[in-house]
Antibody, heavy 119, light 110 residues
């Protein structure tokens, strides 16, 4: 049974950093890319970036490439997303989602992590 | 501002057929598959339709997708109360090198 379990809610001050984890189980970790997507309150979904647990690529949406870093730990089947220099507009639910390599769709999503940025 | 354009809302009565449009450009919908996600209030999105017209496992056949040129649509036939949700289209964009979404369409069952 596939699971993507994300870390818990975070409250951060403006300018701080946050690191969210996404632990995968129930499938071969290196066979699927992991994407990160966020949803601000009342807004649509916004793609942040992709990491390939099996190697390259790691890629970011243009608007995030200076502030976001995606990493992986294949020993624990976990991927991480770090967002630096947080601002109030980063308040959102952050989701991880998996893509079988090359399919270009997300067949399973994590439960989401609420990140609240206060000034 | 979302790259893909969807109507903010559509509504229908139980049993009715509703359609949700999704408009893009040659670099996204025009050259790539479209996927549709359903999001019930307070929970993560779920895959409904992939590769423009393929129903994901377990999705009722009341849901169908199509694509023509730079537009796509999702149809829900035999509308049911449990279909009240937000529906988002998505596609890879070759120019932006990014996965792009529509802003979502809220379906209301009257």
């Amino acid at each position: 049974q596939v699971h993507l379990v994300q870390s818990g809610a975070e409250v951060k001050r403006s300018g701080a950093s946050v690191k969210v984890s996404c632990k995968a189980s129930g499938y071969i970790f290196t066979d699927y890319y992991i994407h990160w997507v966020r949803q601000a309150p009342g807004q649509g979904l916004e793609w942040i970036g992709i990491i390939n647990p099996g190697g390259t690529p790691t890629s970011y949406a243009y608007q995030f490439q200076d502030r976001v870093t995606l990493t992986k730990d294949t020993s624990t089947n976990t991927v991480y997303m770090e967002v630096r220099s947080l601002r109030s507009e980063d308040t959102a639910i952050y989701y991880c989602a998996r893509e079988r390599a090359g399919d270009y769709y997300f067949d399973f999503w994590g439960q989401g992590t609420l990140v609240t940025v206060s000034s | 501002q979302s790259v893909l354009t969807q109507p903010p809302s559509v509504s229908g009565t139980p049993g009715q057929r509703v359609t949700i449009s999704c408009s893009g450009s040659g670099s996204n919908i025009g050259g790539n598959y479209v996927n549709w996600y359903q999001q019930l209030p307070g929970v993560a999105p779920k895959l409904l339709i992939y590769r423009s017209n393929q129903q994901y496992s377990g999705v009722p056949d009341r849901f169908s997708g199509s694509k023509s040129g730079t537009s796509a649509s999702l149809a829900i036939s035999g509308l049911r109360s449990e279909d009240e949700a937000s529906y988002s289209c998505a596609a890879w964009d070759d120019s932006l090198h990014a996965y792009v979404f529509g802003a979502g369409t809220k379906v209301t069952v009257l």
